[in-house]
């Protein structure tokens, strides 16, 4: 199975902040991760497709880029609606794995 | 875009059996794949497996192959997820996610529908 490590586990910023969440792969994956976000009680929802290709309605602030085994989610201007966990999954090998997440809480 | 909605929350025994279900809405169910992840209390997102409705073709992860069983009801837009003998390891929050592609992310996401087995 492919590991995907995401760093850090947890991190805290405050509104207007950039944050970047990093998500390793344990082998190559071409272009096919994307980026969930959950919050508390609710289902994760779809930020963002092929490593970098945004999610229909997904704010701009959001983004990622990556290729291969490494991988960056960058949310720029930090909203409070955007204090929630984030996931990575990569999509080219089976079994689909997902990193153990990134909790963004508000400092 | 397809909408997902699951069954309701379930308590068990340990060693019951149990089917839960996700219904499509809106166009093209079976253009999607049906992805089921687990989450356990406070913990990651795992990935069950996939069927594929208008094949039922399946995949397992092996961490769960053997041990829970996908179906789809075409007629009724529906996916299922059951067991035939539950552990309260089983104890979890369980969602289906669609996906265009097998390769791709799953962009559809049901409400989830939370599962406590316990004696």
């Known amino acids: 199975d492919i590991q995907m490590t995401q760093s850090p586990s947890s991190v805290s910023a405050s509104v207007g902040d950039r944050v970047t969440i990093a998500c390793r792969a344990s082998?190559?994956?071409?272009?096919?991760l994307a980026w969930y976000q959950q919050k508390p009680g609710k289902a994760p929802t779809l930020l963002i497709n092929v490593a970098s290709t945004l999610q229909s309605g997904v704010p701009s602030r959001f983004s990622g880029s990556g290729s291969g085994t490494d991988f960056t989610l960058t949310i720029s201007n930090l909203q409070p609606e955007d204090f929630a966990t984030y996931y990575c999954q990569q999509a080219n090998s089976f079994p689909v794995t997902f990193g153990q997440g990134t909790r963004l809480e508000i400092k | 875009e397809v909408q997902l909605v699951q069954s309701g929350a379930e308590v068990k025994k340990p060693g019951e059996s149990l089917k839960i279900s996700c219904k499509g809405s809106g166009n093209g169910f079976g253009n999607y794949w049906i992805n089921w992840v687990r989450q356990t209390s406070g913990k990651g997102l795992e990935w069950m497996g996939r069927?594929?409705?208008?094949?039922?073709?399946?995949n397992y992860s092996p961490s769960f192959q053997g041990h829970v069983t996908f179906s789809v009801d075409k007629s009724m837009n529906t996916a299922y997820l059951q067991w035939s003998s539950l552990k309260a390891s089983d104890s979890a929050i369980y969602y289906c996610?669609?996906?265009?592609?097998?390769?791709?992310?799953?962009?559809?996401w049901g409400l989830g529908t939370t599962v406590t087995v316990s004696s």
């Open positions: 069927i594929d409705p208008s094949d039922f073709y399946t």
């Open positions: 082998q190559g994956i071409s272009s096919w």
């Open positions: 996610a669609s996906s265009p592609t097998a390769a791709y992310g799953m962009d559809v």
